[in-house]
């Protein structure tokens, strides 16, 4: 059975009577519903709001949005469905800067469209259809061929710990970084979870610990200021995150305090591997100071929902992603297999051999 067929413990986006559906991640862990989707400025404004989020997800969310928009005008002229299509890119790349599948997944959709030219919109619609269809699949694919390379990083009885959530949430499935934890288990390891609990947002507290809890994977939850003083005490074997965009040269961007944890783990000589999909790496970048920074709005950090903990208009800064300087980082796991050390010749060859 293809692995995209295989049951999924957590379906992060799915297609239902016409419409895309997306979990709610803003309401996880206490109540899980979802919402639905029928426009490329409905499916923007999830990404941006964080209804869905993680890199490869929002790939596929922006895929979908382009599906969604064009099914929506299927019945109008031409060159009113082409505008209001090419309106609904735009809407699409401007919801969140940093995580480049995001733009990825629009140059995919683009190909696509420009490949129909000269067929109707309707016939246009299903391609693009069927495009976002083809890469939640591969997503999903992806993710476990890149958990079975990243497996035989860990060894049995490993105690991993990560940041954010990088896992079936993040993803069509299965995950990036959380899919190699659960291919090491699939493989008969036993290995733990220490999750950081990832402010401001707290993916790591709301996300991560609640689907390994789905799939019975053990998860033992830390403040995010915890993990130096568990390396310290030498509780941890490794450390494993995901990326938002990798830049030719090795650099990595991920959530806010990705770059902490790494200096740790360097401090402590604990291997710090990065698990992404060759759709992460933006070769259009030199290095990680070129990568575009998200700053979302410092309400994030004076409180959480309805609860605030700061003074009201206490000046506060919120980016929400860092840079990991690649050589921080052990081994970049991809779905071609395990690259240690990763520097700009590697990834340069990399590329070279899988042209995308
Ligand atoms: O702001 P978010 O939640 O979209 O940030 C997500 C991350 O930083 C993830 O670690 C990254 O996208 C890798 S996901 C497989």
Not at 270 to 283: G, W
Request: glycine residues 8%; hydrophobic residues 45%; contains cysteine.
């Amino acid at each position: 059975m293809p692995a995209s067929k295989q049951r999924l413990s957590v379906e992060t986006l799915r297609w239902k009577n016409g419409r895309l559906e997306m979990i709610d991640q803003r309401a996880l862990p206490s109540e899980v519903h979802y919402l639905s989707y029928d426009s490329a400025a409905g499916v923007a404004e999830g990404i941006r709001s964080m209804v869905v989020r993680g890199a490869p997800a929002i790939g596929c969310a922006a895929a979908y949005g382009v599906a969604l928009e064009a099914l929506r005008l299927q019945h109008a002229a031409a060159s009113e469905f082409s505008a209001q299509l090419e309106a609904g890119f735009s809407v699409l790349a401007a919801s969140r800067p940093t995580a480049v599948n995001l733009f990825w997944a629009l140059a995919r959709m683009r190909n696509v469209w420009q490949n129909c030219s000269g067929g109707t919109p309707t016939q246009t619609a299903s391609m693009l259809l069927a495009e976002a269809h083809a890469v939640r699949a591969a997503d999903i694919e992806i993710n476990r061929r890149m958990g079975r390379h990243g497996a035989a990083l860990l060894e049995d009885g490993a105690r991993v710990l990560t940041h954010c959530n990088a896992g079936a949430l993040a993803t069509a499935g299965y995950g990036t970084a959380l899919g190699v934890i659960r291919a090491a288990i699939e493989a008969g390891k036993k290995v733990s979870v220490f999750a950081d609990e990832t402010r401001p947002f707290l993916q790591g507290a709301r996300l991560t610990a609640w689907e390994l809890a789905q799939d019975n994977i053990p998860v033992t939850l830390i403040a995010d200021n915890a993990a130096g003083f568990l390396m310290s005490r030498g509780e941890i074997d490794a450390v494993i995150v995901g990326a938002d965009r990798v830049a030719a040269n090795g650099d990595v961007a991920n959530k806010i305090g990705t770059y902490t944890v790494a200096v740790l783990a360097q401090r402590h000589r604990i291997p710090f591997y990065v698990a992404a999909p060759l759709s992460t790496i933006d070769t259009g970048i030199a290095s990680g100071a070129d990568i575009p920074i998200e700053e979302r709005n410092a309400d994030e950090i004076r409180g959480y929902g309805e609860l605030r903990w700061a003074p009201q208009d206490i000046p506060a800064r919120n980016p929400v992603f860092d840079v990991t300087p690649a050589d921080l980082v052990t081994a970049l796991i991809t779905e071609k297999g395990v690259m240690r050390a990763p520097d700009a010749g590697k990834i340069g060859k990399l590329l070279e051999e899988n042209p995308g």
